[in-house]
Nanobody, 120 residues
Framework: VQLQASGGGSVQVGGSLRLSCAAS????????MGWYRRPPGKERELVAV???????KYADSVKGLFTISRDNTKNTTDLQMSSLKTEDTAVYYC???????????????WGQGTQVTVSS
């Protein structure tokens, strides 16, 4: 199983970026997909996640600014980030809680991380 993220980059304060993540491999079902981030010198933190049914959870700091979406048929998730601030600078990691054929449990998978830099 692989999670391939794309779309990171550099942007000025107030700008927008869109991150995309595709899960591939021997996947049976995906419960939750989403995004975490690790700001410089800080711990990894939740940004936004979305379940297969479309329920979402956002970090308080991004509510109303970021929007997560998902395509269950393609095993992809996108994160539209708007009104970016310098404090949004971080490495963003794609996340999935998924099951593979022959297993009864879901486990966590992580993408390789993509850098987002917001400058003033």
């Amino acid at each position: 199983v692989q999670l391939q993220a794309s779309g990171g980059g550099s942007v000025q304060v107030g700008g927008s970026l869109r991150l995309s993540c595709a899960a591939s491999g021997n996947i049976f079902s995906i419960n939750t997909m989403g995004w975490y981030r690790r700001p410089p010198g800080k711990e990894r933190e939740l940004v936004a996640v979305i379940t297969s049914g479309g329920s979402t959870k956002y970090a308080d700091s991004v509510k109303g600014l970021f929007t997560i979406s998902r395509d269950n048929t393609k095993n992809t998730t996108d994160l539209q980030m708007s009104s970016l601030k310098t404090e949004d600078t971080a490495v963003y990691y794609c996340y999935a809680l998924l099951g593979t054929p022959g297993t009864m449990i879901h486990r966590e998978y992580w993408g390789q991380g993509t850098q987002v830099t917001v400058s003033s």
